[in-house]
């Protein structure tokens, strides 16, 4: 059997190039458990960065699928992380 979890939390970074606080909608779809206190630790750790490399980190971290969506200075932006 193949399954999937889903886990999806929200956190907040500030941006390096114009301090804005950027709120961030974290989806990771994992075949492993991962505990939600270790998303939470990893996501708080996480005070300022840019979108992109937020995302490698993440995905360092935690593997699986993931998705991370935020809206800066009015664009949308979405990354995918998947293996390869």
Not at 30 to 50: D, F, N, P
Not at 56 to 66: N, P, V, W
């Amino acid at each position: 059997m193949i399954g999937w979890n889903i886990y999806r939390h929200t956190f907040v970074a500030e941006c390096p190039s114009d301090s804005d606080q950027i709120i961030y909608s974290l989806e990771i779809r994992s075949q492993s458990m991962i505990r939600v206190e270790h998303i939470r630790t990893a996501t708080a750790l996480i005070k300022h960065g840019y979108h992109e490399a937020i995302a490698d980190q993440l995905y360092e971290r935690f593997g699986g699928e993931q998705r991370i969506t935020a809206t800066h200075q009015g664009v949308e932006i979405e990354t995918l992380r998947v293996p390869a």
